[in-house]
């Protein structure tokens, strides 16, 4: 079972304006969530992550937002630039392992 | 300082045969793992190290050995290869493996077995 779903596989934005990523996990106990960002023929590379303490994490055009109550997180970029576009990955961890969602692949149109 | 290196890049087995997949990283990390990448499905976790001479399964440890002699490389071996092993082949190394350590990953390997 996944711990971590990324229910949209793909989502389309228009340069400027915002990209919102969803991702939603099943274990209330999670305390800790990470986003990486993936470039065809690329290994993962770390965004941005947000512990379960607080509710947003910011970093320059990157905010991460932490619902616990509705076990879902969301990755925000504004504004969206074409270098933006990549697969998306929302994470979580048990211990030392990690679980990582299906990804979400952003295309931002010029 | 090269990060985490992965050779091949890509490879082509037929059912049965046996191969590596190297890992390598120059960051002195404690901390190694693999991953697998399918469609649909993610990052999965392979098998993970602490540090060298540990090694621990992680979600899909099934036809896959690690060993890790040295803190720099982290081998992954596949005895006896099958189809649904085909996927991407994703190395990682953070520094003590804790969940705030930031995981750098290498370049992958795209594997197919016939």
């Known amino acids: 079972d996944q711990q971590v779903k990324q229910n949209s596989p793909s989502l389309s934005v228009q340069e400027g304006r915002i990209s919102i990523l969803n991702c939603d996990y099943t274990?209330?106990?999670?305390?800790?969530f990470l986003w990486y960002k993936k470039y065809p023929a690329e290994g993962p590379t770390f965004l941005i992550s947000?512990?379960?303490?607080?509710d947003k994490n910011e970093d320059g055009r990157f905010t991460v937002f932490l619902n616990k109550s509705a076990k879902h997180l969301s990755l925000h970029i504004v504004p969206s630039q074409p270098g933006d576009s990549a697969v998306y990955f929302c994470?979580?961890?048990?211990?030392?392992?990690?679980?990582f969602g299906t990804g979400t692949s952003l295309t931002v149109i010029p | 300082n090269a990060g985490v290196t992965q050779t091949p890049k890509f490879q082509v087995l037929k059912t049965g045969q046996s191969m590596t997949l190297q890992c390598a990283q120059d960051?002195?990390?404690?901390?190694m793992s693999w991953y697998r990448q399918d469609p649909g499905m993610g990052l999965r976790l392979i098998h993970y190290?602490?540090?060298?001479?540990?090694?621990d399964q992680g979600e899909v440890p099934n036809g896959y050995n690690v060993s890790r002699s040295t803190t720099e490389d982290f081998p992954l071996r596949l005895l006896s290869a099958a189809p649904s092993q085909t996927s991407v082949y994703f190395c990682?190394?953070?520094?003590?493996?804790?969940?705030?350590?930031?995981?750098?990953f290498g370049p992958g390997t795209r594997l197919t077995v016939l």
């Open positions: 274990n209330s106990m999670f305390d800790y």
């Open positions: 960051m002195n990390h404690e901390y």
């Open positions: 190290s602490v540090g060298a001479g540990i090694t």
């Open positions: 990682a190394s953070s520094y003590e493996g804790r969940y705030t350590d930031t995981q750098y």
């Open positions: 994470a979580t961890h048990t211990g030392n392992q990690f679980y």
């Open positions: 947000i512990s379960s303490i607080k």
